[in-house]
């Protein structure tokens, strides 16, 4: 699980590139994945680490979050 003092400071790397106060996440999916507030990008977390990766994050930017999967493990 992300520790809120983390979630506080995690941002999306897209939009806080824009604007140091956006990007804002939320914790979705019984705290499985983020998602930005401001563009929609999805970030996985695996293993208890948030995969902040922009490509990451595209590739689930139009899969609504109730159809996320469960994120695979890092191996």
């Known amino acids: 699980m992300i520790d809120e003092k983390l979630l506080e400071i995690l941002r999306c790397p897209v939009c806080v590139h824009d604007n140091p106060d956006g990007g804002k996440l939320e914790l979705v999916r019984d705290g499985k994945w983020l998602v930005c507030s401001d563009c929609g990008r999805k970030y996985p ?24 999967p469960e994120p695979k493990p890092l191996v």
């Open 45 to 68: 977390i695996r293993d208890d680490i948030p995969v902040m990766l922009i490509e990451e994050g595209d590739k689930w930017r139009n899969t609504p979050v109730d159809e996320l």
